[in-house]
Nanobody, 122 residues
């Protein structure tokens, strides 16, 4: 599975960005798509996941502000980020998971895309 993330950039606090993850058509066995992020000097952390049945899950820090969605016809997963805060500044990675492990941990990811940088200025 190949993943390509885009959509990052510089935005002021309170603004919005939409991240896009394009993935290859060969996705056999993938049950979850997700977004993770890594801020400077910090460990990579879970942001949001969408499962194959459409269920969505969010980290507490982004709940109510971020929305994950997918368009299977376009082989694309989105992360709509609203009300951005300086603490959302990070490199954001899209991810694909078979789902064999518990959700919400970088160790559960089976495929990573390259990151896209999001910078939120105060």
């Amino acid at each position: 599975v190949q993943l390509q993330a885009s959509g990052g950039g510089l935005v002021q606090a309170g603004g919005s960005l939409r991240l896009v993850c394009s993935h290859s058509e060969t996705t056999f066995g993938i049950n979850r798509w997700g977004w993770y992020r890594q801020a400077p000097g910090k460990q990579r952390e879970y942001v949001a996941v969408i499962s194959s049945d459409g269920s969505t899950y969010y980290a507490d820090s982004v709940k109510g502000r971020f929305t994950i969605s997918s368009d299977n016809a376009k082989n694309t997963v989105y992360l709509q980020m609203n009300s951005l805060k300086p603490e959302d500044t990070a490199v954001y990675y899209c991810a694909a998971e078979f789902g064999a492990q518990n959700m919400g941990k970088p160790s559960s990811v089976d495929y990573w895309g390259q990151g896209t940088l999001v910078t939120v200025s105060s």
